[in-house]
């Protein structure tokens, strides 16, 4: 409860200045970026966009193993301008745009956790069933100018198990400023040793039931990451997506006996209808 109403003030604050910035309502997207769902085709009011994508990935963080996963996608959104509040999956929140070039977002979401049955092969037999819990998100992103052909961007994701925060840069490519093409990113992600104990740390009971090492981890550098996202219309009301994911983990998650690979990635494709 603490962090929804840490998320509302925010999203007050925020909103407080937006009359001081004329919104182009003309505009079919805030920003014209592949990874940033606007199904508002540029009018006040609600826009709703539901579809499904099916994902090859990782079945866990640090995992030698891969499954393939169907996903709902879209969001249900009310647009006011260059504002943007939206439900998407398990995030609540708030998107705008300030001066053409700053992109803000925070968010209210959940974390599922980890399951001992997502390791097929028994694995993460003995370490028992990871937290759940609610997360807030904050991002901000910068473009270089109104086009966002280049932009960098700052990201952190605090909750009940420890925080993670993001420093990127990426570049888009296509000729329109729909929303649609190509965009690529590049990332150092860091975390506080909750949040990497949660994922790779082993405690003294998880190890007594499973076997492997007691493991425990500092904060700092977590990973090199890329990111790749398509958006494509097929039409009107349909369109295609993809994305694809690398996170390569520095030495200390290495080190870690639930690490079994240095890396997680994850390739997904899928459509959305806009109604």
């Not at 925070?106 to 997502?118: L, Q």
């Not at 937290?131 to 109104?146: P, S």
């Not at 790749?228 to 520095?250: A, C, K, P, S, T």
């Amino acid at each position: 409860m603490k962090r929804i109403m840490e998320l509302i003030t925010i999203l007050l604050t925020l909103s407080a200045f937006s009359s001081s910035v004329t919104a182009n309502d003309n505009k079919s997207v805030m920003v014209p970026l592949p990874s940033v769902d606007d199904f508002s085709r540029g009018e006040n009011g609600w826009a709703v966009g539901l579809g499904a994508g099916i994902e090859y990935e990782s079945a866990y963080e640090g995992s030698d193993e891969f499954a393939i996963e169907a996903d709902p996608a879209g969001a249900v959104q009310w647009r006011s301008g260059d504002n943007v509040f939206y439900w998407a999956g398990e995030a609540l929140g708030w998107r705008g745009l300030r001066a053409d070039t700053w992109l803000f977002d925070v968010a209210v979401g959940f974390d599922e956790g980890r399951e001992e049955g997502d390791s097929k092969d028994g694995h993460l037999n003995g370490l028992g069933e990871g937290e759940e819990g609610t997360e807030l998100i904050l991002q901000v992103r910068k473009a270089f100018d109104a086009n966002w052909r280049y932009w960098v961007d700052g990201r952190i994701v605090t909750g009940e198990n420890g925080s993670i925060g993001l420093l990127g840069i990426g570049r888009r490519f296509g000729a329109k400023n729909d929303g649609s093409g190509h965009e690529v990113a590049l990332a150092i992600v860091y975390h506080d040793s909750d949040y990497a104990n949660k994922d790779f740390g082993i405690n003294a009971a998880q190890a007594a039931a499973s076997g492997l090492q007691e493991t425990t981890l500092s904060g700092g550098i977590r990973s090199i990451g890329f990111n790749y996202n398509y958006r494509h219309f097929l039409n009107e009301d349909w369109q295609i997506f993809g994305e694809m994911v690398y996170e390569h983990y520095n030495n200390d998650i290495k080190e870690s006996p639930i690490a079994r690979n240095n890396y997680e990635a994850e390739v997904g494709i899928g459509f959305i209808y806009i109604f």
